[in-house]
Structure formats: structure tokens, C-alpha cells
């Protein structure tokens, strides 16, 4: 009789029990990421800065079929345009300090394509990501990109595809020396060669 009792019980707190709602997966913003239209300035919105801040100028010394520099466009893998808008340095450009004797470089860029395609492959959208950039000092050590809302400048530059038509930009964000007489943002498209765009600090 005992086991019976208990067994019923048991059955009773089975069927009473309500059932859990059914919770549908978190998706990161940027999966998929959306393109948003360019906006007028040529200045992202940024980080304020706390501390010095210093603008970092065009490189009178570069040349070379790949080499660009602040202001120029390069074309990547024969589709979309790749821009470098801005370049700055400084402890105050994103969130979290940077590592003891290095400072924080972040630069703006900017992605566009008007649906040009190469010959006669045909290309339905022109893909980016911030990942496949790296910054490179004056003694050819190359440091990798910073991502994330706690570390990189913001807004950031993630990843995603262009329809014909669209632009993108964000900031790329590195930890690296400051005593250099120059650096290069370094990106390196999947299926190209490696473009490059070297600035310089001012004076």
C-alpha cells in the first residue's frame, strides 16, 4: 500500500509540474551583422577621449602599387573600395587602458561597393571583416586587432556583406608602441594581395 501511495504521488507531482517556456537562443548583434549607410561627416562617432590625444598624418615616404596612405582608397580583390578616414593615438580612445608601454591606435574606415564585379564573374555582394586587419610599426612587429565593446573604439567595425550600393565604416582598434616613426594598418582580403596604409605622427 506504501508503494502504491508513493507511486501516486509521484505521477501527481509529474502532471502538476508546469512546463518550462521554451527560450529561443541569444544572437550576437553582429550575427548578421547589417550594413548601415555612410553617413555624411567623415568622422565616426567616437569614443570620447580622455587625455592626449594625437592625430596621426599622412606618410610623405610611402610608394609602392599596395601602399595607400590617410585619405586614399584602395581597391580590394577587384570589388569594393576600402578608405582610411582617420588615424589618432592615445590612452583616452577606448574603454580599457592600454598595456604598459604600448598606447592605443584606431583608426576609421570606411568600405563601399557600387557592384562592379571582376570580368565576367558575377558578384552578388562584397564581404568585409574587421579581423583580417593588423597594424605593423617601423620594425616590422605586427599586432592584431582589438574587438569588443569593453576594448575597441566605438562604433567598431565588425563584418558583413555589401549589397551593390552600400557603404560601412567603423574604427579598428591596437595596442602598439608609441615611439615610432610611422605605423601600417595592414588588411589583408581573402582572396588578394595585402593592402597597405602608412601614417605618420604629426611633426
Sequence with gaps: MRTMVVTAILVLAACS????????PAISPGLPPTAAPLPAQTT????????????????????GERMFTLGETATVENVSTLTLRGAERGDGLASMPSPAGQTTYTFLVS?????????????????????NFSLRDDEGFEYPV??????????????????AGQQVQGWVTFYAPAEVQFVELTYRPIADDSVFFRVEPAG
Design 17 to 24: 509540474t508546469p512546463a518550462l517556456p521554451t527560450v529561443a
Design 111 to 131: 568600405f563601399a561597393w557600387d557592384g562592379t564585379t571582376p570580368g565576367p564573374i558575377s558578384v552578388g555582394s562584397s564581404y568585409y571583416n574587421a579581423i
Design 44 to 63: 565616426g562617432a567616437a569614443t570620447p577621449a580622455a587625455g592626449r590625444v594625437e592625430q596621426l598624418g599622412p606618410s610623405t615616404g610611402h610608394d
Design 146 to 163: 582589438i574587438q569588443g565593446a569593453g576594448f575597441a573604439r566605438q562604433p567598431e567595425l565588425l563584418f558583413g556583406y555589401l549589397a
